[in-house]
């Protein structure tokens, strides 16, 4: 089966932690982005890559980073500089610019 | 700067009923626009995409509607049923080179009562 698959479902992190959320696709996208959704926001773009070994930052960038090293995998760190991680994180994938962008079933991230 | 709005923010229903969801933007300058639906706790699911040049798309029950010169679409649910309850999202890709992002609206929250 096509997809996006997102690990671990759930996240729990102590403060001070780095922790790294896994999301890993086999529809051959080259676009793949992650957005962080929080109650009563919309989605917020947090990355995005078009191409491998390329990414850029989006609205709210600070605290998080990534790699795009392989066409399929897009990890994402969530540092220790990040102060409010607690938030349901989205992984999502395109063909390009043209086409439908297709969504993993998510990780929600817990900070105890 | 691009903005996508959902009104309302929630909606509940009786079975059966035809129901319009609506989304605004205020840059009409837009690649495409994509509806989504969001079950609790889940991803989002893809319901229907429509490209900057079409007016509309359909799928079942479901009929998507573009008007970009007043920036609005509508999603058009026929013959809602409970299975229908679902957060559901529009986003908007902006007509920006060499930018493949979406921006998202922040829902309509629809209960189908049976």
């Known amino acids: 089966d096509g997809g996006i698959t997102q690990s671990p479902k759930y996240l729990f992190r102590k403060e001070g932690q780095n922790v790294t959320l896994s999301c890993e696709q086999n529809?051959?996208?080259?676009?793949m982005y992650w957005y962080r959704q929080d109650p009563g926001q919309g989605l917020r773009l947090i990355y995005y890559?078009?191409?491998?070994?390329?990414?850029q930052k989006g609205d709210i960038a600070e605290g998080y980073s990534v790699s795009r090293e392989k066409k399929e995998s897009f990890p994402l760190t969530v540092t220790s500089a990040q102060k409010n991680p607690t938030a349901f994180y989205l992984c999502?994938?395109?063909?390009?610019?043209?086409?439908?962008?297709?969504f993993g079933q998510g990780t929600r991230l817990t900070v105890v | 700067k691009q903005e996508v709005t959902q009104i309302p923010a929630a909606l509940s229903v009786p079975e059966g009923e035809n129901l319009v969801l609506n989304c605004s933007f205020t840059?009409?300058?837009?690649?495409?626009l994509q509806w989504f639906r969001q079950d609790p706790g889940k991803g989002l699911t893809s319901l229907l995409l429509?490209?900057?040049?079409?007016r509309e798309q359909t799928s079942g029950r479901l009929n998507a509607s573009l008007d970009k010169s007043s920036g609005r679409s509508t999603l058009y649910i026929a013959a809602s049923q409970p299975g229908d309850s679902a957060t559901y999202l529009c986003?908007?890709?902006?007509?920006?080179?060499?930018?493949?992002?979406?921006?998202f609206g922040t829902g309509t929250r629809l209960k189908v009562l049976a």
């Open positions: 999502a994938s395109s063909i390009g610019r043209e086409g439908s962008a297709f």
């Open positions: 529809l051959n996208h080259d676009a």
């Open positions: 890559s078009q191409i491998v070994n390329d990414f």
């Open positions: 840059d009409s300058a837009i690649y495409n």
């Open positions: 429509i490209q900057s040049s079409q």
């Open positions: 986003a908007v890709r902006p007509l920006t080179s060499g930018t493949y992002k979406y921006i």
